[in-house]
């Protein structure tokens, strides 16, 4: 091994491309430290300002509707969200009796069983229409495994309670944020675009069109097609004589939003509560079918004509990411991730395709 | 109450009198000229205002284009090829003149690159938010869009006879060439 010459010293180049790489490097990390520090404490302003910023993208087309008619900016977005908090305020006078009788007879029907009884009742059920499961040991292990979700079901419930008073901060929240997202979107996005530099600032303004165009599309469709498998779920669930169809609807329609498990939230508590009430397996049976006819509409009709295939999510990246929206931010996890991840995946897609067509994106450019 | 107003003005002075300067500049520029004050305002709104150093790149040639740029003060140079051995100069633009407006109405990418050939103010207008007007304050949008169009239809038209001319010259030449024959 040939030592190293003694007055040879190693000398490190600081050249000003390397300053500004390790700058941007300690930027990055600080980012990502802030970010990581930030996340775990921001889900009260983060959800409602995602759930805000979802509604501003909803209510746009309205706003600038009106803008059409002659109506300021202000104006049109107060008037639009004066005319929603009166439909919610109709709507909670109008619906707020039926809803509590409905939740009170649920009350009532759950205070008469408790988890032993619906076990004991759900046993009989099977060993009586199930002459396979006369089998002991079959019946004791479905049996079983019900128990434990049912006694799941109530802890998980009991446990909800504590989110309610965010749940209020939120609904106090989202209507100020959507006011003022409406209001001065455009104007923030103007200050935002006015501090980039000149090499990034056209590409920019083509990104951020673009990911307002695919994204609006996108969140309107959602809506849409949760809209109309609401309106379905109500619909058939009168017509089949569910109880409390218009709860379980809503539910199953606002639940749609999660793709795979969204529709068994929807049908699930349908399935339970027709049973409790008729007392006979068809009864499962029956809603079950619905559930799954309404599926089929919504996969061959609406889904494909509302939302087309413009932004598909692989399933396995759906299905990870619903796990880690729900552990990270529970029940607004869950409806949010999809459209979070349609975020991303759009502002990817355009920043890749942006890096292939402008010179301003590419390295050493 | 004098030293609050000064205060307030000091604030405020800056913006305010570069909102003007913008104001009294658009309304020289045959663009906006027909539009009314409250139309301007709006214009006003829709625009983008950037300073450009000396050699700086406006926009490349061959990249998607999304709107055109007005010259408010020094000098932008449009070139073919641009950095390269067969670049070529097309065009020296100064005060009020525009460019890139082609890209306002077609999805189609630059013909040239823009250059800054000093430090230079541009107001830039894009083809999103022109849109976002079109819906917005639709008699506003046909006043703008016509205005362009009748500006492209003049650039169209002065294209046309260089053209005829340069086939007029040409068509000389050959007859010259074979007479010489």
Known sequence: ?365 | MKKIDVIWGNIFKGKNDANQSVRHFLRNIPLFAKLRKRELRDIEHLIHRRQYKSSEVIFWQNEPGVGMYIVQSGEVGIYADYDSPEQKQLATLCQGDFFGEMALLEDDNRSATAVALGDSQLIGIFHPDLFDLFQRKPELGIKVLATLANMLAQRLRKTNLELQQLGKKQCQSKKEKQVAR
């Open chain 1, 1 to 365: 091994m040939n030592p190293l010459p003694e007055n040879k010293s190693i000398v490190i180049n600081l050249n000003r491309a390397f300053i500004f790489f390790l700058l941007k490097v300690s930027v990055f990390v600080l980012v990502a430290l802030l970010a990581a520090w930030i996340l775990p404490h921001s889900g009260m302003v983060l959800t409602p300002l995602i759930l805000a910023a979802l509604l501003s993208i909803l209510l746009n087309p309205l706003v600038v509707m009106l803008e059409g008619r002659g109506l300021n900016r202000t104006g049109a977005v107060t008037l639009i969200m004066g005319i929603i908090t009166l439909l919610v305020i109709w709507l909670m006078i109008f619906l707020a009796p039926h809803i509590s009788s409905e939740f009170k007879t649920i009350a009532e029907t759950m205070k008469n069983e408790t988890p032993a009884t619906l076990v004991y009742k759900l046993k009989t059920l099977l060993n009586r229409h199930l002459p396979l499961l006369k089998n002991p040991g079959i019946t004791d292990q479905i049996i079983s495994r019900v128990e434990k979700s049912i006694y799941d079901m109530l802890n998980n419930s009991i446990q909800l309670i504590p989110s309610i008073v965010p749940l209020v901060i939120s609904l106090v929240l989202i209507p100020f944020m959507t006011f003022f997202l409406l209001k001065d979107g455009r104007r923030l996005k103007k200050s935002f675009i006015q501090t980039l530099p000149n090499r990034y600032f056209e590409t920019t303004i083509n990104l951020i069109h673009k990911i307002e165009n695919q994204l609006g599309s996108y969140i309107r469709g959602q809506m849409l097609v949760s809209l109309c498998i609401g309106l379905l779920a109500i619909t058939a669930l009168a017509i089949l004589g569910v109880p409390y169809f218009l709860i379980i609807g809503t539910v199953a329609g606002v639940a749609n939003m999660i793709p795979y498990f969204g529709p068994i939230v929807g049908a699930v508590p349908a399935v339970i509560l027709n049973v409790i009430d008729k007392g006979s397996v068809s009864a499962a049976l029956v809603v079950v079918a619905a559930f799954l006819i309404i599926r089929l509409i919504d996969d061959t009709l609406v889904s494909p004509n509302i939302l087309g295939r413009s932004l598909e999510i692989h399933p396995l990246l759906v299905i990870i990411v619903i796990f880690v929206g729900g552990e990270m931010f529970g029940i607004m996890g869950l409806l949010l991730c999809i459209p979070v991840s349609g975020i991303i995946k759009v502002t990817v897609q355009e920043l890749l395709w942006n890096i292939k067509h402008y010179r301003a994106f590419r390295v050493g450019s």
